[in-house]
């Protein structure tokens, strides 16, 4: 009896020493890990911020891009500006007339004639002399105010639209919302020569010479890519309204035509069909408006019709 109970004990012992040595080893054999993870340095995915993270950015690390570096800031504009890890130092200023504006710590800046990227670098460099260690900026336009055009005529919503950047003329029609149903075949860009911002559009009857370019409508919408002009700020576009002449007495067709360039009295003539018959081709007869009083023209086949003018084709006497 005695032996049996030595031979259980000697037996329970072994099998708890296996065990305990089986555990020591996956103990050993188990990947080191730190007491606590280190913070992240970035933001998560979606834009938020765990805890103890902290946006930092190290020397030669991509920062944020707004889209606009290239944009030449002018008088007025509004900026908004960020220096990260410092808000106290974010403001939104706006440039004053004579191109600068003021700011902690570097005082006045100006940034009239300067792109974003190049106004971004000056404040980096500025900054990093004696008051923030590898500062990290980035400067967006709030407000576009120092370059615009106007856009007038037979446009669906008529105004002034800055220029945010290479803006060409089918740009600035199609935020203008397009021609209305009366629009003309042609656009007129007034120009003026020294390109100033002017607070008020320029028309047509008060452009200098030589300060006005003419548009083909219906080239450009058909793809001709050297009538879609680059604008400047300060430009006017101008679609005029359809213009209409007149055709009446002996001709095929008689009645109301739109007024296309250089139209001539034979053409004219030809789009109302032709004579009749019965048409006297010597005594056509204009009859126009001017200085508000109607006079009367003898017309000759290859005069130019303008606006509002009726083309008389009498009956011949004989």
Known sequence: MKLLKTLIFLYISLIVGGCIHLLGEKASTAPHQDKAPAASSVSTQDGSQGQNEKITFKRNEARPTTGNEDYIVGPEDVLKIQVWDNLDLDRVVQVSREGTFSYPLIGSVNADGLSVAQLEK???????????????????????????????????KPGAYPLTGSTDLLDIISQAGGQTDEAGNEIIIIRPQNHLTKENPTMPQEAREGETITVDIVKLLNGDINLNIELQKGDTIYIPKRSYFFVNGEVKLPGRYILERETTVLKGITMAGGFTEKSSKWRIKILRKKDGKKIEIKAKMDQLIEPEDIISVPESFF
């Open 122 to 156: 000056e404040f980096r460099d500025r900054l990093a002399d004696g008051y923030i260690i590898n500062p990290q900026v980035t400067i967006t336009i709030d407000q576009f105010k120092s370059k615009k055009v106007f856009v007038l005529g037979e446009v669906s």
